[in-house]
């Protein structure tokens, strides 16, 4: 009895401590989101958000709305492009490094001290410290690649069509490869010692170990952060703002609704485009959530 | 078993591939900070007569004292909040089950899943009508919507692992909930209070879109903005002196933060990744 009673006043007590964090998110993120949603449908301008019409789904399949305008496709395609390229190739090398980072060596507490560095440094900082060193003219790639006689001509790798995307690409996986394989490195460490001493004792050779024991242990903790980089890739925004600021070839769905919004005060057209945006990543977020329920029922 | 040595011979292959492309970037902006007038233009991998002079331009010809300072107060301001904030949620969803829980879980952790551009123009309203534009309390506000989840929901996995009798104890004791949560787990709890405060303040430091969106006057920009708007008439005017001088300043304190705590990190990232 006195148990119960214990136990329903600390519910009651519970709401009350989580209020003020649901309250502070509600303010923000909620109520901001379906403000986002409704201007949307409307002609609102930035310059004074109040005068607005009601014009219903005009932003968004009328004439000149989003679904209709091929810049927004094009960024569309290049921010799946991107996020697709960039998980995978950081994926790869994460893998490398964790599995490097896992073995036993002088040099280990180096190594792991060494990878941290790049996931430390602020985005904007690296795609400044890239943007010079890849300057065409007095970069310390261009030189490099040049005294290699790799190329003859210096290289434009910002400016170049051909060349802006998979750069920007590069420096991505440069600065977020350590936070992938942080966490490979965890779900490494996770795997019973005792599986590796039966492989040895049987003469199994290292890569069927590694191919028929480890694989397959690490698998879920690899997916995991592989979706939470997605989700992130999705997002991108800092790095192509500042390598490549208004560049048509390299725009990203989160610098196209920026610009709408922002440079060229459309909140109406702009916040269609975002809540497109919303709706990919809600759509990915689903698929993860479903895909992962049990984790995450476990966890709750 | 006795080592191959063309597998020892790979790994320091790879181990030496790895350290030089971990670091020489951060090592040529250091380089290049240290370079003035025309040596910058060589591409020289040690300064011929290294010079702090671009260090000392920063302070002197930009705000960029001001700008600093700006980054300090917004980032502690927002780990503080969220600290707070999410020390009384955690010890809620962590430790009391109540009806609705696991769904506010989910609501709390798909916030920190918005695209931020998505709340821009929702955001940027609420902002005026509160008259914090270009103000940093705006930038704090803006920030909590991606620390918050993320503190909860890594408390909460700490907060889970404290054993029930320090608790059963306590209401013996008669104790209020806040002495609770605040004197007996909080101390219990320092490790991934550091490990998620550390986080947060990283995360607010390097926040570059609502900076850039929230704030118009130089002198409450937040130093990623800053560096990101140092910039000359064209590509070949760009003081890349100044440029590098400023990421130095504003990296090297969180490379120092992140190499002693990495441990923490360590374990704060994998609560909030892999086991979420």
Request: proline share 4%; net charge neutral.
């Amino acid at each position: 009895m006195d148990d119960s009673l214990i136990a329903r006043a600390r519910r009651r007590q519970a709401y009350w401590l989580v209020l003020p964090t649901v309250i502070v998110l509600a303010a923000i993120a909620g109520w901001p989101l379906l403000r986002t949603i409704w201007f949307s449908l409307t002609n609102a301008q930035l310059s004074d958000m109040s005068a607005r019409e009601f014009v219903g789904l005009a932003n968004y399949i009328g004439e000149a709305g989003v679904l209709r305008d091929g810049e927004w496709w094009h960024s569309v395609s290049n921010t799946l492009f991107f996020a697709i390229i960039s998980v995978v190739l950081e994926s790869l090398l994460g893998l490398g490094v964790a599995l490097l980072l896992n073995t036993p060596s002088r040099i280990q507490a180096l190594l792991r001290a060494a990878v941290l560095v790049p996931w430390a440094i602020p985005t904007v900082v690296s795609a400044k410290m890239w943007s010079w060193m890849l300057n065409d003219q007095f970069g310390v790639v261009n030189a490099a690649l040049q005294s290699m006689h790799l190329i003859s001509t210096p290289l434009a790798f910002t400016a170049d069509p051909h060349l802006a995307f998979p750069t920007i690409i590069m420096v991505d996986v440069w600065k977020t490869t350590p936070f992938m394989a942080l966490l490979i490195l965890a779900a490494l460490q996770l795997v019973p010692e005792d599986c590796y001493e039966a492989a040895k004792v049987d003469g199994v050779p290292r890569w069927r170990v590694f191919r028929y024991i480890t694989l397959p242990l690490i698998m879920p903790g690899i997916l995991v952060a592989m979706i939470f980089r997605t989700l992130d890739a999705l997002r991108v925004f800092d790095l192509i703002y500042v390598m490549t600021s208004n560049s048509h070839v390299t725009k990203s769905m989160s610098v196209y609704v920026r610009e709408q919004l922002i440079d060229f005060q459309q909140v109406g057209y702009g916040s269609a485009s975002a809540t497109l945006l919303f709706l990919i990543i809600a759509l990915s977020t689903t698929i993860y959530m479903v895909g992962t329920r049990r984790r995450m029922e476990n966890a709750a | 078993m006795k080592k191959n040595p063309l597998m020892v011979l790979g790994f320091y292959l790879a181990s030496a591939l790895v350290l030089f492309f971990s670091l020489f970037p951060f090592y040529y902006a250091i380089v290049s900070s240290l370079k003035n007038g025309s040596a910058l233009f060589s591409t020289s991998l040690w300064p011929a007569h290294p010079s702090l002079a671009n260090y000392i331009a920063i302070f002197k010809e930009q705000s960029f004292g001001a700008n600093l300072s700006n980054s300090l107060f917004v980032a502690t301001g927002v780990v503080v909040f969220s600290l707070l904030l999410s020390m009384l949620a955690a010890y809620a969803l962590g430790r009391v089950s109540f009806r609705g829980r696991g769904t506010l879980m989910m609501c709390i952790l798909s916030v920190s899943m918005f695209p931020q551009v998505a709340l821009l123009s929702g955001l940027f309203e609420l902002i005026r009508t509160l008259g914090l534009y270009d103000s940093l309390w705006a930038l704090m506000l803006a920030d909590l919507i991606f620390t918050l989840p993320f503190t909860v929901w890594v408390l909460v996995t700490f907060m889970r692992d404290l054993p029930k009798e320090i608790e059963e104890a306590a209401v013996m004791d008669g104790v209020g909930i806040f002495t609770l949560i605040f004197r007996i787990f909080l101390p219990l709890l320092w490790p991934a209070l550091v490990a998620t405060g550390l986080l947060a303040f990283i995360a607010a430091w390097n926040e570059f879109l609502f900076a850039l969106t929230f704030t118009l006057s130089n002198e409450e920009r937040t130093v990623p903005v800053a560096i990101a708007l140092i910039s000359g008439g064209s590509s070949f005017e760009l003081p890349w002196g100044l440029l590098m001088a400023a990421s130095v300043i504003v990296t090297v304190p969180l490379i120092a933060l992140v190499l002693i705590f990495q441990r923490h990190i360590v374990s704060g990232l994998t609560a909030g990744a892999v086991k979420g």
